[in-house]
């Protein structure tokens, strides 16, 4: 038998640019061994044989069509392409598709698709030596952009200027970052811009929200000029107006360099570089105490965002950066006139990273990447924002809850059964269930009681209703239960008019005591222009009474469908006797919701429970049946934001369609908790359509949201010993 040796043909075109191509290779009759000729190997038996054929995949996706083995002079080149990203949305329901089919000569004799379970959030790599501090990309950002023309072959990221940035994940658990902060140290960024905004800036908290202090932090003003500030307990700013008038916000690329060194205990020495000359600052130019030019926190670097236009004077038009950002680095010494000049000096990004490398950075972003690079680490607070809280009301319409930001689940609660502390500034839990639910669709609970233990010394909200489900956003707000500043207990209504009611009414008793107190409000319609609202805590009536809120059309709650909040309401905007903070500090358990106002008795039924298990039995149909039922026991912690998301695969569509992923006989359902973005499916080998479709599996975390998730997904197709691939290797999802 002879061997044959593998030559290569062009392929057919494809006649639609949303095919997957499967097309072949040449084969002619000489040689006497088997050959590999561009990744491709074949063998053909039989003296005088001869076959030809070619085997090519295509596909087009997010509007880029890619070939494994596109023409080139003399025949096909590869057998294997890197496409470009296809963006996919977290929305359950979005979903992108793919054409597949057998355009070629050889027929295939297997396919797959295959996610290869390594999901992970988008990073810019920290290049620096040692353990690194990456920054997840959130928001909207491009990786891969050009970068600057002096850098030759260097690239970028684009930032939007309304949402996109990078957060760091080692924030203090790093001993460069950790309290007091970096004091000495330099930072260097090239950034290019038409409108400006933060290039960097240091804050204690993690993402851009709840941050109590900031400082460290470079930006462009509406002006072009660059500014650095500091704030040693006093603000600081140096800009290069100092010197000069040039706008830097010309669409050109700069490189920003500013650096920070104490030279006694009571000054400091900043300067500020661009495009390697000195601009402002100089010697002990800042008025310091006890050695620190920045101020004594623990934090987290931020990349195209800061607190600038928070308390600063000459602050940037944007927190968020609008422009691009690369070769970004925080350097632990202050670096001299001449290390900046050798900075400014390299034709290469190569070079430049030598250069930069050369002055021991602690951090350096190249930002040279693609979302390729995936970060499968832990994410601050996310442990705790991704514990959920059951609703065990049996409802059939059960109203999850997710924690966000600072919550910690305790089993020291008031009736010897579970309970969850909130740390007062970051700490809620989000309701799953809004509209259309009936109960809480438009015009929303009007006939209800609500129940909850509380222990406090400072108070907050204990439960909201809005009509967003998150923290942020809202347009209404009322049937909110909180505690004032001076320790009494409050309830609201907006018929259209505010309507508060306080434990003041007949007591004088402070409730921010650190002991556990149980709160019941009951609300019920008496006639079309009144209603009864009536409070209690501790089994005692001590506001309220028969007709005491006047109303319009039977409504005493404003008329809008909405969401319930655990921990935050809307009490401190427009309320005159408001919380100290819309956040709830201190420790709450065994929360219920009602559909009916509960008497007296009733009210006395539940402050004489003795255990969590006799109250549960109580808000479960012993005493009333509740609609919603949080005894606040964390039962799940999602630790990885990729937990967060599912993905199917579909063949085909309408009735005929059938799931691959989970395997089913008829069309994928929804993505679902259990459907994890780990998928490894056999295609069928004829024409197809495929249809990916993302989802999130539940209410998204403070913590995640706005993260890209990357996805990478590949195909493959073989015909006999032949094979060609494509891979996605940055598809990504933003949560």
């Not at 073989?718 to 060609?724: D, I």
Request: proline fraction near 8%; include cysteine.
């Amino acid at each position: 038998m002879a061997w044959w040796r593998a030559v290569r043909s062009r392929p057919r075109r494809a006649r639609t640019v949303l095919s997957v191509l499967l097309g072949v290779l040449a084969v002619a009759a000489v040689a006497s061994a088997p050959e590999a000729f561009g990744g491709f190997g074949a063998t053909v038996g039989g003296t005088g044989q001869t076959a030809s054929g070619t085997l090519v995949l295509a596909d087009t996706t997010a509007g880029s069509t890619c070939t494994s083995a596109p023409d080139v002079a003399g025949g096909l080149a590869g057998d294997t392409a890197v496409c470009p990203t296809s963006l996919l949305a977290p929305t359950v329901g979005a979903s992108r598709t793919v054409t597949v089919a057998n355009e070629g000569s050889l027929t295939p004799s297997s396919a797959t698709l295959s996610t290869g379970g390594s999901c992970g959030v988008e990073k810019l790599a920290d290049a620096a030596t040692g353990s690194g501090d990456p920054g997840l990309v959130v928001g909207g950002t491009t990786v891969g952009v050009p970068g600057p023309p002096a850098l030759a072959g260097s690239k970028a990221v684009a930032f939007d200027g309304s949402s996109g940035y990078a957060e760091t994940v080692a924030g203090p658990t790093q001993p460069f970052d950790a309290a007091p902060g970096p004091q000495t140290f330099s930072i260097a960024a090239w950034f290019e811009t038409t409108t400006g905004g933060s290039v960097i800036g240091f804050t204690d908290s993690q993402s851009d929200a709840n941050q109590t202090t900031w400082d460290r932090q470079l930006w462009v003003d509406p002006s072009g000029h660059v500014v650095f500030g500091l704030y040693p307990n006093r603000i600081f700013e140096l800009s290069s107006a100092q010197t000069t008038a040039k706008d830097y916000a010309d669409g050109s690329w700069h490189l920003a360099v500013v650096t920070v060194k104490p030279v006694t205990t009571t000054s400091a020495t900043v300067e500020l570089y661009v495009d390697g000359q000195l601009v402002a600052g100089g010697r002990r130019d800042e008025a310091i105490t006890n050695d620190q030019p920045a101020q004594d926190y623990g934090g987290y670097w931020h990349l195209g965002w800061s607190g600038a236009t928070s308390g600063w004077p000459d602050p940037p038009t944007s927190a968020f950066w609008q422009g691009a950002l690369t070769d970004v680095a925080v350097i632990p010494t202050a670096l001299s006139a001449s290390q900046v000049a050798a900075l400014s000096a390299p034709t290469s990004q190569a070079a430049f990273a030598a250069a930069l490398s050369a002055t021991g950075p602690e951090s350096f972003w190249a930002m040279q990447g693609t979302a390729a690079s995936r970060y499968t680490g832990p994410v601050a607070d996310l442990a705790s924002a991704g514990t959920t809280f059951p609703d065990d009301s049996g409802n059939p319409g059960t109203n999850t809850g997710t924690g966000q930001g600072g919550v910690t689940p305790s089993s020291a609660g008031p009736l010897s059964g579970p309970a969850t502390s909130f740390n007062g500034s970051t700490g809620w839990i989000e309701t799953t269930t809004g509209p259309p639910t009936p109960f809480y669709a438009a015009p929303g609970p009007q006939t209800f009681s609500i129940a909850a233990w509380f222990e406090t010394t400072t108070g907050g909200s204990v439960i909201g209703f809005t009509d967003s489900q998150s923290d942020a956003n809202q347009t209404t707000w009322d049937r909110q239960l909180w505690v004032d500043p001076s320790g009494h207990v409050v309830f609201g209504l907006y018929p259209n008019r505010i309507f508060e009611l306080s434990s003041a009414q007949t007591t004088g008793k402070d409730y921010a005591d650190g002991s556990w107190h149980l709160a019941v409000v009951t609300v019920t319609p008496v006639r079309t222009s009144w209603a009864t609202v009536k409070l209690y805590v501790d089994g005692q009536l001590v506001a309220g009474g028969r007709r005491d809120e006047a109303i319009t059309n039977d409504q005493p709650a404003q008329d809008y469908g909405g969401y319930w909040h655990l921990g935050w309401s809307g009490a401190t905007s427009r309320w005159p006797d408001p919380p100290a903070s819309a956040f709830w500090q201190g420790g709450l358990a065994q929360v219920a919701v009602f559909p009916a106002a509960l008497s007296a008795a009733q009210v006395r039924s539940l402050s004489q429970a003795s255990t969590d298990t006799a109250y549960a039995t109580a808000v479960t149909g012993g005493v009333a049946a509740a609609n919603a039922y949080w005894p606040l026991a964390a039962t799940q912690v999602a630790g990885f934001p990729c937990d967060l998301l599912a993905v199917t695969v579909q063949l085909g569509a309408g009735p005929t369609a059938r799931c691959l992923a989970p395997a089913g006989s008829g069309p994928c359902p929804a993505p679902a908790s259990g459907d994890p973005p780990d998928v490894v499916t056999s295609l069928p080998t004829g024409g197809a359509t495929l249809t990916f479709t993302t989802g999130t599996t539940g209410p998204v975390p403070a913590a995640a949201r706005g993260l890209h998730l990357v996805v990478p997904w590949q195909l493959v197709a073989r015909a006999g010993s032949f094979s060609a691939q494509l891979d996605h290797p940055d598809t990504t999802v933003e949560l």
